[in-house]
């Protein structure tokens, strides 16, 4: 069949099921409660809708349309009917034949397209479907852009149409797909038109369209809906402009995504921000709003929306589970909102502790939303919020339930009056919730809420809240929790006491106010923490190291270390190495170790500083885990950082230099002639709980070996190829069993090793970081990464960076002093009396045990196998 003649057939086919079925609520009676407090309702035979869902596959072969049939029968054009039956051209905008239905419900809409997404939208199903690809290059690249194009284009056909229901429904991308059949490229994409209620058996997954490849759509977050309000009666006790300053600083908001705060089914904090559903409220004392769930980010308009029923809600039930236990809960108001009192001061305003009173689903846009009133806990102080010139008691407060309830006859569940035109049951169990009101026929977006239901007040009967603005941690407070300062709790932010602004701690050293007014700053000193200590206690943490994906291991010896050398293959054939020094106790104890850089790495102020390693100086912005400093050439590593000049640099940087370029010259031992000696060192600390994410250290300007000393915390590294990399399918060698399960979601790491105290990593070889990334997660409180490569002058963008390249990579002549040797003839240096004190009174404790009874011999035995095959003990035995 041609395509003209096919396209006639598939007009046929769909115009059979057009014929509009009018609105069935004009013509439903219904007859609602008789309203009293808690008095039973007798409900009319409720005019349920059967729906059914008919898949047709057409006569092309390639698509799906569907019908819907209400009670009587009369078929109901789905919004995929009225977008393929309303088009004869690609282009042509929505014909306005369809404005007579409403959206019924959202569908899936399945498109599958060869060749090219260009100008492709649903309506031009019968078109291209199936016709060999125009232009095969460009369709192969075509993946995410055309995709994308697509969705473009059913947004801008639906906004043309003149039907509101259809020009203001969302199309979301909730699959795409990808086929090769014989010579054609066969696309697939499934868009979900909100808003209605999903089929069940046709509900998409939630995880709709991946984040990372939204990410880059998005648009800017800040927004300020303020313009034109009144000044406000007060100030925020807490505020921030970025949402990590909340994070990192608010026990009670640690929610980088979601709206809801929750932890444990509980919810603790909830921001209301940009995105106001229709019936939302901001009011001096109460807040409702529709509170998460099921809501996807649109393609398109990079928002998020509802597009799945929240029948399962978990933010739900943890707004109940806050309401039942009486939990305070507190509330932050984004300068996107629109409905404000009064003009919000800074980007993230804390307003204060609320509670929650009622939580309940409604419909909104046809869809499940589930709703929760909050309630100002502090009613005798007036709201910062509310308007300069408002009263000092709002007039519009009643103590004490006022609004009536009524128990639904079908389920019997008490429901309160909440809305404006009657009562309904808000049960979502029920088969009669949504707004069977007595009075017939409604208007979504004319329903309003009770006025009954605003005004009254709530008793709290819960526990007092904790302060709004977390007081200062203090010296006390780290001595009686045992602390030293580089644990998690003291990477949490501060609230300035002057400005309240919430303060990331971005300096290693201590914490400076964020707001530039502010010029305040706070410092606990930290205790230098032994290194037995952090070794003893990060050893703790079992891990287990990894070897797959084609990598092998072999061993050898250099200097006094024992080397593990782990060769990483590409495509083909191997690309470089991963060597792994281990140190031991012999080299740990030497002058000038490990041991010994670590201490001095505690006593110096490096400058270490957290840096945007996202969305600089925006709301978004994200500073890294770790804090780092460079020295010597300056070089952006993914995030940049100032660099100092090597002459500049504290003795412990030369001293790790020289220890790396001795590791980097003798682990490339066939390439030696390409070894390039540092130029730079990067040095990064890390607190407990801290780490780096994957990453690469492959910028165009870095030599091809990398090396790193670790010091303190024990660390787990990991390797694993990246989504690009080309270890994917078309790999032909024998590692292609492996490649084929490295797909985008199921990417395990392929290579797991233990960093400790005082171990060298060289990383060798370009390809290794074109197509691998690594990740470092430390398992103590402190540790300390310091990393040496090579940054080429010539690949600097200009003359000065070269100089300065140049001039800041030097080594000073005086850093010979540090010239390492790998430890060849070292020996162990005579055992400390202080030491040898503190293993024979743990050794008397065990002893005691094994006396006791509580430890048997067996495990003594195991422990001391353990100990004496292991490095340090192995070296330290005569
Ligand atoms: O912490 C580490 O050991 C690794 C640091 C790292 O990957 C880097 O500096 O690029
Ligand atoms: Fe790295």
Redesign the pocket.
């Known amino acids: 069949m041609g395509s003209k003649n096919r396209d006639l057939e598939l007009a046929r086919k769909l115009s059979r099921s057009v014929n509009a079925n009018p609105s069935r609520r004009k013509t439903a009676t219904r007859q609602g409660p008789t309203l009293s407090k808690t008095k039973a309702v007798i409900p009319v035979t409720s005019l349920r809708e059967t729906r059914s869902v008919k898949r047709a596959r057409l006569s092309n072969g390639s698509q799906y349309s569907s019908t819907c049939t209400s009670s009587h029968g009369s078929p109901h054009p789905s919004p995929l009917e009225k977008v393929v039956s309303s088009t004869t051209s690609p282009l042509t905008p929505l014909s306005s034949s369809a404005s007579s239905h409403t959206l019924e419900k959202s569908l899936i809409i399945k498109l599958r397209i060869a060749g090219r997404f260009l100008a492709l939208a649903p309506w031009a199903i019968g078109h291209t479907t199936q016709t060999k690809c125009q232009d095969e290059d460009k369709s192969k690249s075509s993946g995410q852009k055309g995709t994308e194009e697509a969705v473009n284009t059913v947004q801008r056909q639906l906004q043309k149409s003149d039907t509101s229901e259809l020009s203001s429904a969302i199309p979301t991308l909730v699959k795409r797909g990808r086929k090769r059949k014989a010579s054609d490229e066969l696309f697939t994409l499934e868009f979900q038109f909100s808003p209605k209620k999903l089929e069940d058996n046709h509900k998409p997954s939630s995880k709709a369209v991946p984040k990372s490849r939204i990410a880059k759509q998005l648009q800017p977050y800040h927004v300020n809906n303020q313009e034109g309000k009144p000044e406000s009666y007060g100030s925020p006790p807490v505020w921030g402009d970025k949402r990590q300053q909340l994070c990192e600083t608010l026990p009670y908001y640690r929610a980088y995504q979601s709206g809801a705060y929750t932890n444990g089914g509980i919810v603790y904090g909830f921001m209301v921000d940009k995105e106001v559903g229709v019936r939302d409220k901001f009011e001096e004392e109460v807040m409702i709003a529709s509170v998460g769930g099921g809501r996807s980010r649109d393609i398109v308009s990079g928002k998020m929306v509802q597009t799945l029923d929240q029948d399962e809600s978990r933010v739900a039930q943890a707004f109940e589970r806050s309401m039942k236990d009486r939990q305070p809960v507190a509330v932050i108001a984004g300068r996107g909102n629109v409905l404000s009192p009064a003009k919000l001061p800074h980007y993230y305003n804390i307003l204060d502790w609320f509670h929650v009173t009622n939580v309940w689903p409604e419909r909104r846009n046809g869809v499940t939303t589930w709703c929760a009133r909050l309630e100002k806990i502090d009613l005798a102080t007036k709201s910062w919020w509310a308007p300069k010139d408002s009263p000092l008691v709002p007039e519009t407060r009643h103590y004490g339930e006022m609004t009536s309830s009524a128990s639904c006859i079908l389920c019997k569940v008490v429901s309160k009056e909440i809305f404006n035109i009657g009562w309904a049951c808000l049960n979502n169990a029920c088969k009669d919730a949504y707004y069977h009101f007595a009075g017939g026929p409604y208007v979504d977006s004319q329903i309003d809420y009770n006025q009954d239901f605003m005004q009254e007040r709530t008793p709290f009967g819960g526990i007092p809240s904790d302060p709004i603005a977390p007081p200062l941690l203090t010296k006390t407070d780290l001595e009686t929790m045992g602390a030293f300062g580089f644990e998690s709790i003291c990477k949490q932010g501060i609230v300035c006491p002057e400005c309240k602004c919430c303060s990331r701690r971005i300096e290693w050293q201590r914490w400076n106010c964020e707001n530039p007014q502010c010029d305040f700053t706070y410092s606990i000193p930290h205790e230098t923490i032994p290194i037995e200590d952090v070794i003893s206690r990060s050893m703790t943490q079992p891990s287990k190291d990894v070897i797959r994906g084609g990598i092998r291991r072999g061993l050898r010896t250099l200097g006094h270390y024992d080397v593990s050398e782990y060769a990483i293959p590409g495509c083909e054939k191997d690309i470089g190495f991963v060597l792994h020094f281990q140190a031991n106790g012999i080299i740990n104890q030497q002058p000038d170790g490990p041991n010994d850089l670590f201490r001095q790495m505690q006593e110096f102020d490096f400058g270490l500083k957290r840096n945007p390693s996202r969305q600089k100086d925006s709301t978004g912005e994200v500073l890294t885990s770790h804090w780092a400093a460079n020295w010597g050439a300056p070089y952006k590593?993914g995030v940049s950082v100032l660099s100092k000049g090597f002459d500049e640099a504290k003795p412990v940087i030369m001293k790790a230099v020289q220890r790396l370029t001795w590791a980097g010259k003798h682990a490339i031992t066939d390439d030696i002639a390409d070894f390039q000696p540092f130029n730079e060192l990067?040095s990064?600390g890390?607190f407990e709980g801290t780490h780096?994410g994957y990453?690469d250290?492959g910028e165009k300007e870095l030599g091809p070996t990398v090396a790193?000393l670790?010091l303190g915390a024990q660390?787990v590294?990991r390797f694993r190829p990246k989504v690009k990399s080309g270890l994917g399918a078309k790999c032909t060698s024998g590692r292609r069993a492996y490649a084929e399960k490295n797909s985008k979601r199921n990417r395990d790491c392929v290579l797991q090793i233990t960093?400790r105290h005082g171990d060298i990593?060289v990383m060798h070889g370009e390809e290794i970081q074109k197509l691998y990334e690594?990740a470092?997660d430390p398992q103590g409180e402190l540790r300390f990464?310091l990393?040496c490569r090579y940054v080429r002058p010539e690949m600097m963008a200009n003359d000065a960076e070269r100089e300065a390249a140049r001039v800041k990579g030097t080594l000073p002549p005086d850093s010979d002093k540090y010239i390492y040797d790998g430890d060849i003839n070292a020996t162990l240096p005579p055992q400390t009396t202080s030491a040898t004190n503190t293993i024979q009174a743990a050794m008397n404790v065990l002893e005691a045990n094994i006396l006791a009874g509580n430890i048997s011999c067996e495990k003594v035995t195991e422990w001391a196998g353990k100990l004496l095959s292991s490095g340090p003990a192995a070296e330290a035995a005569p």
């Open positions: 590593y990067l990064i890390y780096i990453h250290d790193t670790s660390a590294m960093l990593v690594h470092v990464a990393t």
